[in-house]
């Protein structure tokens, strides 16, 4: 169990610095920052909130995962949560998560989009129609909860499949932790249409959210600069720095969370006649996942030129008070007055 131990630290790390970065990065946008306004600016406030969401339930869930052939074992290894059905419900939940941040990027792509080409259809989504665009990733997300929970019950064929190495692995009996057994084909070689559906929904989902950040990433490349030239300067500047922080944000997920998770999601739809035959413990990879949160805030900060204005301006006061052990300055980034003793 001594990976697992440093399993659980480097989770409880990941959340101290998504909850630090995320929380600063809320309050200077909330009380501070002025051109970022209306649903762009309610979307972005979500999208950190959902990062510190994200790492708060990595928390509770505990999950873990281990690829044994063609098999995904997704478990948790929380051992103080009493009820089991709520449990169930948070790794099921938390995995829902993967999906719902894929297309949060996706509708800040959509958004950038329709405040350079559409102006029609964004004053909806500025208006009545914004609690859609926001809810919008939610809905993909809470499918793939449910399609977990629905063809990936608990399954003795598979529990077999697994027993021993999870006992020999993990010092548990496979009956008493709470799990998903994602295995797609039989021994022989045919397929578990249930657990293969799940896989499917998966990639299918995540590579449309991706199509989406695609087309409007290559629309906004090669043509914002002929639509933006009726704007102003300062306009041109700002959507400028709005695109270099959509790419930005669309990396974060990319490195953090799409790359290390789909070569474990994949391997499991390989048939067994090319005797892909692997054991790993490849839920270490869940703890760098959390990481795409800090990533995306402090490049949303980096890029836009108001945050580092406002950043440089409040840690020159700190330095200033440093210097000068007299001076009280008060350096919250929502209050902007100093006061001398």
Known sequence: MFSLNYS??????????????????????????????????????????LGISFAGLEIIARPFAHNYKNQFLYFSLNEWM???????????????FYVV????????FVYRYLCIFDGVTLKKFDGKYKIVLISFPFLPG???VFLLHFLCAYDKYADDYMKDIVLQSY????????????LPYQEDGSLRWENLGLLLY????????????????????????????KRSAAHQELEAQFFKALIAQSLGPTIFLVLPVAPILASPLIPPFFGFNVNWQTGWFFCILGFYSPFDSIAFMFILKEYRTLIKKQYSKMV????????????HPWNNTNTAT
């Open 8 to 49: 659980s630290f480097f989770t409880i790390f990941g959340f101290c610095l998504v909850f630090l970065v995320n929380t600063f990065f809320i309050v200077i946008t909330v009380f501070r920052i002025k051109k970022l306004q209306g649903t762009y600016k309610q979307i972005v406030i979500t999208f950190a909130c």
């Open 82 to 96: 009493e009820s089991k059905i709520v449990l169930r419900f948070l790794l099921a939940s938390w995995a829902g």
């Open 101 to 108: 941040i894929v297309w949060f990027v996706a509708i800040q």
């Open 142 to 144: 809470c499918l793939y």
């Open 171 to 182: 010092q548990l009996p496979i009956t008493q932790v709470q799990r998903f057994n994602i």
């Open 202 to 229: 998966g990639l299918v989902i995540t590579l449309s959210g991706y199509l989406v950040i695609l087309y409007c990433g290559i629309k906004m490349r090669l043509n914002r600069k002929k639509e933006l030239s």
């Open 320 to 331: 200033k008070c440093g210097n000068h052990p007299g001076n009280i300055i008060n350096v």
